[in-house]
């Protein structure tokens, strides 16, 4: 499973967690810490559709679901974007 590519869309949400990071939420409720996502799509809210392989052999600190590495990214939304609480 770990070499297969999957293909999703959802929102990236920002978490107030040792210093913050970007999540990755999907339509379908899975949870993931998005690896090599490019700074420029690292925005609260912003829906995007997303390739890569999930990772199973690493861990991260953020502990929040699955550990994703991007190979391509498509901005779906831009509507949804809203600073987060260290941009305020």
Known sequence: MENEVKQMTGTIVYKNLEGGFYAFIS????????RNLAPEHKQN???IAVEGRVLTNIMTFTQFGEVFE???VKIVDKSGVKPTNNEM
């Open 27 to 34: 339509d379908d409720g899975g949870h993931y810490t998005l």
């Open 70 to 72: 991007v190979s391509d």
């Open 45 to 47: 809210g912003l829906k």
